[in-house]
Structures are given as structure tokens and as C-alpha cells.
């Protein structure tokens, strides 16, 4: 998984552990999205943390249970956009 930065715009909803596992991700843009589904971007390998330190999030409607779970290195959230 050496995907890094991602940008995602008029997707309509995001399935459940579409990113999962792709803990090398850094930068993530979503743009006019409705729905990131659940562990969207999760890590769930013990031991394991996601890299993710800025999230920006632009006309999102639902962020689901757990779609960022493990995701402690966030330093930067932007949810105006």
C-alpha cells in the first residue's frame, strides 16, 4: 500500500474498508461527498497506526462509525474545505 496522497472529489459514498490498509496515506482530500462509509480508512493490523496527518473534508454529509479509527497521527482537520 504506497498510496500517500488522495483526493476524491463527487464520489457519492465510499464502501465499507474502500482505503482500509493503505496506512501509508498522508494527505486526504474529499470533496461533495454523501456518505464514507464505515472503516473506510481504518487500520485494523495490531501494532499498526495509520500515517494520515491531514484530512480535509469539503461538502461531506455522514463520516461513519470507525472510518478513521487508528488514525492518531492527525495533526491538520479541515472540515470547512
Known sequence: ???TDLTLTDCGT???YAF???ENLTNLTI???DT????????HDEGRV???T???????????SG??????NLTSVDLDG
Do not use: Y
Not at 36 to 43: K, L, R
Not at 54 to 59: A, G, I, M, Q, S
Not at 67 to 72: L, M, S, T, Y
Open 67 to 72: 472510518a478513521f479509527e487508528n488514525c492518531q
Open 54 to 64: 491531514n484530512l480535509t473534508l469539503k461538502n461531506v454529509r455522514v463520516v461513519s
Open 36 to 43: 464514507i462509509g464505515e472503516d473506510s480508512f481504518a487500520i
Open 14 to 16: 465510499l464502501g465499507t
Open 1 to 3: 500500500h504506497s498510496l
Open 20 to 22: 482500509g490498509g493503505c
Open 31 to 33: 470533496t461533495n461527498l
Open 50 to 52: 495509520s500515517k494520515l
